[in-house]
């Protein structure tokens, strides 16, 4: 994986994340497809890598795109490493005494923060701290088979990586509080009926949908493009007090007898047994 296009100007080897050039315009591609792209603490640490070469070292990438491998955009972070993460404090610095919100948690400012537009091309389930990236991107495009859910409850956890704001913005209060409280599934069409999406396309059309947006997003005047990007995101100033707000909810619920049934009937398919306790 990594840089696969030798004018990016610089090479860079991942493990999980690939990174194209196509002309001004360059696609991140989440490769975790045995496990619907779920970011553990390296995934999610080459993300940052990747939007903070893409903001510094690329001053001619004019637009991003963002999408996953295989049959999912992102299941948001990997269940299956959540037990050994909570014992280790979460996918954050072991060093720091008070690490604050995880890595993962803070790619929702981090996409609001780069200077291209993003387009979200969710072409399967987002998922969790997933449904964040997608809702961070600036435009959301949905192939017919992408799906979404604020699982969070599921596993006795508040929305996080900035999902309980901008679902809010996007979707209004009622939607968002639907989507928390029950932590149902639904479908692009649903999506696109409750403002979560910019449009529903079919599968095999997505990436080349997304990729003729972002070329007409880079043939636009770059300056001009960053500024409204700036400017919409002033309306976002409080993002990075949310994800401090995410993170200060979920700490009291992480370890808790329901948030160790909820990940182990998770990982054993089977249904939960919780105790509020």
């Known amino acids: 994986m990594g840089t696969t296009d030798t004018n990016m100007g ?21 490769q975790r497809p045995d496990r619907l792209n779920a970011l553990n603490r390296q995934m999610a640490q080459e993300l940052h890598d990747t939007l903070d070469q893409l903001a510094g070292e690329f001053p001619d990438i004019r637009a991003v795109i963002i999408t ?29 005494p008070d690490p604050g919100p995880s890595i993962t948690m803070r790619l929702a400012p981090h996409l609001r923060e780069i200077p291209q537009p993003v387009i979200a091309a969710v ?12 809702l961070a991107s600036d435009i959301r495009l949905a192939s017919e088979s992408a799906r979404f859910t604020s699982v969070f409850v599921k596993r006795s956890l508040v929305p996080d990586a900035g999902v309980s704001e901008i679902l809010i913005a996007l979707a ?3 939607i968002a509080a639907e989507m928390s409280f029950t932590g149902r599934v639904y479908d692009a069409p ?3 009926s409750k403002r979560l999406v910019n ?8 990436i080349a949908q997304a990729e003729a947006m972002a070329q007409e997003i880079a043939a ?18 409080s993002l990075n007090k ?13 370890g808790t007898n329901d948030q160790t049934e909820a990940i182990q009937a998770f990982l054993e398919k089977r249904r939960p047994k919780f105790t509020g306790s």
Not at 10 to 30: P, S
Not at 220 to 237: E, Q, Y
Request: net charge negative.
């Open 242 to 254: 949310v994800i401090l707000a995410e993170h200060r909810a979920n700490d009291p619920l992480r």
């Open 172 to 174: 209004g209060p009622g």
């Open 190 to 192: 649903w999506a696109l």
């Open 10 to 30: 610089t090479t860079t080897n991942f493990e999980y994340i690939d990174l194209q050039r196509r002309d001004n315009v360059a696609v991140i591609t989440l």
């Open 199 to 206: 449009d529903v396309i079919p599968d095999d059309e997505l």
């Open 68 to 96: 996953g491998a295989g049959r999912g955009f992102c299941s948001g972070a990997d269940v299956g490493d959540m037990p050994g993460r909570m014992a280790e404090g979460g996918d954050r610095d072991p060093n720091n």
């Open 220 to 237: 636009n005047p770059p300056l001009a493009v960053k500024a409204i990007k700036g400017l919409f995101n002033v309306h976002h100033t």
């Open 123 to 134: 072409n399967g389930v987002a998922a969790g701290a997933g449904l964040g990236i997608a």
